[in-house]
Each structure stands twice: as structure tokens, then as C-alpha cells.
């Protein structure tokens, strides 16, 4: 059983749709990070939330952290073909301790 | 800048053979680690240094072997390796452990037949 679970696993939608995934635990996390992954590549962080409640913004993309840390969500408006690849979310469940990863969500944007 | 670099980016060894996936910093980053990534898996770790001369176990250690006799480099080795172990391979780096931001080699896919 993943302490992270990511839905969904594959997600395929045309350019310009809008998209939300998710990353959905039993446990509190102090942080969580978002990755993406491109083929052939290694994982890049694209944002760290740590306070319950907390939203970024990223260009298109925005990321919110649940009131509780246990959740967390990544939406994309207007998705570009650019856009596609791995995302991953990783949560550390205290300050200092090793990141756990989720299996991640595969997301294909097709023009 | 080079970053985190990975050597090399593919390998296929036979059931039983040994082999080392070498790892290399340049940010002068205390904390080190290798994940494996296999479908539906996510990325799991098999073990991390918190420094120079200090290694320690992840998730996944059996098997594998590391060590840390610099602050730039933390080689995996695999000592007799099993079709188990056919998967993609990433070392990463941070300045410290736990939440802080990794940055992440290219990967070395390995296959063991």
C-alpha cells in the first residue's frame, strides 16, 4: 500500500482542456513537493507546499495543500502539449525525515 | 553546470554479475540517495548518505551496496545481480536530508536477463 496515492495513474486530454490531479493520503505531512518527469529524464521539482491551506501558482499551473496535510492537488489550465509527462507528488511526514514518493500520474496532452 | 551526472545511462547484465552505477555532484550537497522507479511503483529509495562516510538503508536496500568516501560521489553497487533489479535508476542530491530540494540525475536503466 503506497503512503502516497496518486489518481489518476494516466490521464490523456487534448490542448487547451483543463486538468486536476490528485495526491491523497491517511497521514499528516509537514511538506510536499510536486515533480514532473520527462522521458529519459530524472524527476524536477516544480514546488514545495508546507502550510495547510496554502496555494501557489506556477504560471498554469496552481498547486493547493490540504487544510490537514494530508492531500494535495495540481490543476492545469489550458494544458499545453508541453505539458506532458510524469508527475509525482513526495511528502516528508516531519522536518528532516526522507521524502516518500507517490506512483505518479502520466499525463499526455495531445494537440 | 553539471549538476547530478549518472554513468552509465544504460546497462544490461546477466543474472549474477556485479556491476557499480556511478554518481557524481558538483553543488557540494551533503545528502545524497538512489531510488529505483518501477511501473506503479513511484520512486523508492534504496539507500542515502547524510554525508561523507555515512551511509544508511532506504525502503528497498537488499542487494545493493554504497559507500561515501567523498562529498561529490556515491556509487551503487549491485554485488550479484537478479532480473529484480531491472529498473531505472536515479541518484539524487540536496543540500540537507528530508524535504529540501532534490535535484535528480538523468537515470541509468538498468536489465538484468
Known amino acids: 500500500t503506497q503512503l502516497l496515492e496518486q489518481s489518476p495513474q494516466f490521464l490523456s486530454i487534448q490542448e487547451g482542456e483543463n486538468l486536476t490531479v490528485y495526491c491523497n493520503s491517511s497521514s499528516v505531512f509537514s511538506s510536499l513537493q510536486w515533480y514532473r518527469q520527462e522521458p529519459g529524464e530524472g524527476p524536477v521539482l516544480l514546488v514545495t507546499?508546507?502550510?495547510?491551506?496554502e496555494v501557489k501558482k506556477l504560471k498554469r499551473l496552481t498547486f493547493q495543500f490540504g487544510d490537514a496535510r494530508k492531500d494535495s492537488s495540481l490543476h492545469i489550465t489550458a494544458a499545453q502539449p508541453g505539458d506532458t509527462g510524469l508527475y509525482l507528488c513526495a511528502g516528508a511526514q516531519a522536518s528532516g525525515s526522507r521524502l516518500t514518493f507517490g506512483e505518479g500520474t502520466q499525463l499526455t496532452v495531445n494537440p | 553546470n553539471a549538476g547530478v551526472t549518472q554513468t552509465p545511462k544504460f546497462q544490461v547484465l546477466k543474472t549474477g554479475q556485479s556491476m557499480t552505477l556511478q554518481c557524481a555532484q558538483d553543488?557540494?550537497?551533503?545528502?545524497m540517495s538512489w531510488y529505483r522507479q518501477d511501473p506503479g511503483m513511484g520512486l523508492r529509495l534504496i539507500h542515502y548518505?547524510?554525508?561523507?562516510?555515512?551511509?544508511d538503508q532506504g525502503e528497498v536496500p537488499n542487494g545493493y551496496n554504497v559507500s561515501r568516501s567523498t562529498t561529490e560521489d556515491f556509487p551503487l553497487r549491485l554485488l550479484s545481480a537478479a532480473p529484480s533489479q531491472t529498473s531505472v535508476y536515479f541518484c539524487a542530491s540536496s543540500l540537507e536530508a528530508g524535504a529540501k530540494r532534490k535535484y535528480f540525475g538523468a537515470g541509468t536503466r538498468l536489465s538484468v536477463l
Open positions: 507546499v508546507v502550510t495547510g491551506g
Open positions: 548518505s547524510v554525508g561523507a562516510g555515512i551511509t
Open positions: 553543488m557540494n550537497h551533503e545528502y
